[in-house]
């Protein structure tokens, strides 16, 4: 079974930064496209951003272009996402994702494991 956790969040203020981190269990991981998801209160889980298997391409939400950046590290079976500049719109709770697709995908139907979420909070 493939277990995500992830780690990283906090409160932080408007512009400031946070790394978040995604480790997963088993024997598979650079099997998985990864992504992050975000889903703040009474609003659907949207796509934040999405890594290939060998990390050679990425994807990002319009939202957070230029300001998140997402890498691996497949010998330490671990996925994150640096975040930059942080508005208080980016409050969330952001979950790490793993897929099988063999193309990088952004839809959360495409995504078979989930981890338990991390809040982040930006405050003004």
């Known amino acids: 079974q493939v277990q995500l956790v992830e780690s990283g969040g906090g409160l932080v203020q408007d512009g400031g930064s946070l790394r978040l981190s995604c480790v997963v269990s088993?024997?598979?991981?650079?099997?998985?496209?990864m992504g992050w998801f975000r889903q703040a209160p009474g609003k659907e889980r949207e796509f934040v951003a999405g890594i290939s298997r060998n990390g050679g391409s990425t994807d990002y939400a319009d939202s957070v272009k230029g300001r998140f950046t997402i890498s691996r590290d497949n010998a330490k079976n671990s996925v994150y996402v640096q975040m930059n500049s942080l508005k208080p719109e980016d409050t969330a709770v952001y979950y790490c994702a793993a897929s099988w697709s063999i193309v990088l995908v952004t839809t959360k139907e495409r995504y078979a494991y989930w981890g338990q979420g991390t809040q982040v909070t930006v405050s003004s």
């Open positions: 088993g024997r598979t991981f650079s099997s998985h496209t």
